[in-house]
């Protein structure tokens, strides 16, 4: 798939290149040979990956049908503490082992932070995971 991505491994931490703000406003990365988006809803107390096309910009179904986000503890701009999260994402649109988007919940999610974040999860049947920290909100 990408170009950006040669070895397709998935099992980096995120390098300085960028893709830009993805369709949705979030935070564009690669899970293993895909390309995914990052958000957050803080007002649903909810994140959200869907999972996108080398373009970068349409959403496409992937062999998977749940993924796991972890965040690091980190504060708010006015020093409350965050704690560490670990949030289990379910697809919301599963069909035949697969899907495009990735919904989790957690009451943590409410503060306006940028995460440390990783990824993780099977795809394909194959391990992938990522980590990056999100860009500050535009």
Known sequence: ???CNPSGSGNKTE???THGPGPNGGYVFHLGKYHAEFTVDHEA???KIV???EDSKAAIAVPAVELTVVTKETKTKDDQAVPAMTIQL???DAAEGSATTFVGTDPGLAAVVDHYVTVTGKIGGKDVKRSFKEPPAR
């Open 15 to 17: 390098t300085p290149h």
């Open 51 to 53: 999972m996108l096309g």
């Open 90 to 92: 379910s697809a919301t």
């Open 1 to 3: 798939m990408a170009s």
């Open 45 to 47: 107390k909810q994140c």
